[in-house]
């Protein structure tokens, strides 16, 4: 693999089976599988200066190893993925945890055993918990939104104090809406657990953090002999988007196009911009070995920010007298304006609108979108690499 910084004027697309857009998990997982099990060339453009999409991670200038664009902690259930991505790195055997910071009280997210009885006392928390383990069983999750259609008055009393203290300022600082207002699903993945279980992904049979970190990993991923990456480039800048077809650098492509960047670009936003959510990133180094008991605390409660995260917590990685920190402040996303477009909003609306960008680009030869941003998801990264792996076969299948 090479990756060169900008686009040679000697660059021929027509060298290339396949152009990859984007350089992050969807864009690495489909350039490497190609190369590797259809012997595709294959160009992966990526306009940032570096590789690896959200997921990169730094050595930053006090020393700590810092992930740029939020916390990332792998998890996942799916074996084809962990046994793919650990072809590129070893893991750690970090367990994420997460404790909201309720009027000063440390609690652990997911809600659970712990936090009830911190919430409501040793011996009413008890019987609360004895009420949902009869209700739901024991190590159950109960997203909140399903708890609050509970009439039970017990179980009254733990959603309300749940919603209350736990989603609902937050979920305004995060989303600018109530929890009753968002799509269900975004509230269900931190899910109440009735259980003492205190990771944030309680029973994910995989867990932890790339050895190395996540830009070595796909440094590894993308490092194949029929692989040359370009940072630096806008594939927009080279690509232009016919009816049935793309033409790269002025001629009709006929290899296979991966397009992991968000469509409503490609149409420059002639149907509307699809709404997104964006963080302020607000980094820190304190002169101290250590700011918080766990890798991410969330202010649920107070604060304009949504978390802290303390990364030496989650890497790792030992290094004394300092600790950097970071805030996530977020914010509505304003298309061109040199902003990250972080979280899709999932509503119906934006779905209609994502739907008439997909009709378009499904017109065209050979172009497969794949990714949080071109599927317009909610994705996380194991389910990004399924997703690649998918379109990986199905590319492999047309050209066996
Ligand atoms: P991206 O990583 O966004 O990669 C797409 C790439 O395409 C980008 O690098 C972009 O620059 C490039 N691109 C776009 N348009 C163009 C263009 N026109 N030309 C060239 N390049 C282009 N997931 C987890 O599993 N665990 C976590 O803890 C976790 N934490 C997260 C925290 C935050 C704050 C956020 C926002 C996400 C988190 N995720 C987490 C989700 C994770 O970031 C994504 O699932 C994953 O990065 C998506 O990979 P992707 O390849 O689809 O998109
Ligand atoms: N959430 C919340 N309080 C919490 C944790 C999560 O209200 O302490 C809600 C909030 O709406 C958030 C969503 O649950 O956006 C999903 O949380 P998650 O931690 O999965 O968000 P991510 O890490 O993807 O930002």
Known sequence: ????????????????????????????????????????RVAVLERRD??????YDYVNEDGILVHLFGPHIYHTYNERVHTFLSRFTKWTDYQHKVLANIHGTLMPVPFNHTSLKLAFGDERGEELYQKLVDTFGENKKVPIMELRKKNDPDLVEVADYVYENVFLYYTMKQWG???????????GRVPIFIGDDDRYFPQAPYQGMPAAGYT?????MLDHDLIDVFVGVDARDIFEIGETNVNVCGKCYGGEIVYTGPLDELFNLDLGALPYRTLDMVFETLDEDQFQPVGTVNYTTSED??????????????????????????HAYEPGSGQTPYYAIIDPKNQELYERYLDRVQNLTNFHPVGRLAEYRYYDMDAVTASALELSDEIIACHA
């Open 1 to 40: 693999m090479q990756i060169h910084s900008g686009l040679p004027e000697s660059f021929n697309p027509d060298l290339y089976d396949m152009i990859v857009v984007g350089a992050g998990y969807a864009g690495s997982v489909c350039a490497r599988r190609l190369a590797e099990s259809a012997g595709f």
């Open 177 to 187: 809406q109530t929890p009753d207002e968002i799509d269900p699903s975004v509230t």
């Open 50 to 55: 570096h590789i690896a999409g959200n997921a």
């Open 305 to 330: 920010f949504t978390r802290i995260t303390e990364f030496k917590n989650m890497t790792g990685q030992v290094l004394p007298g300092k600790t950097t920190i970071m805030k996530e402040f977020s």
């Open 216 to 220: 070595a990993m796909f440094e590894h």
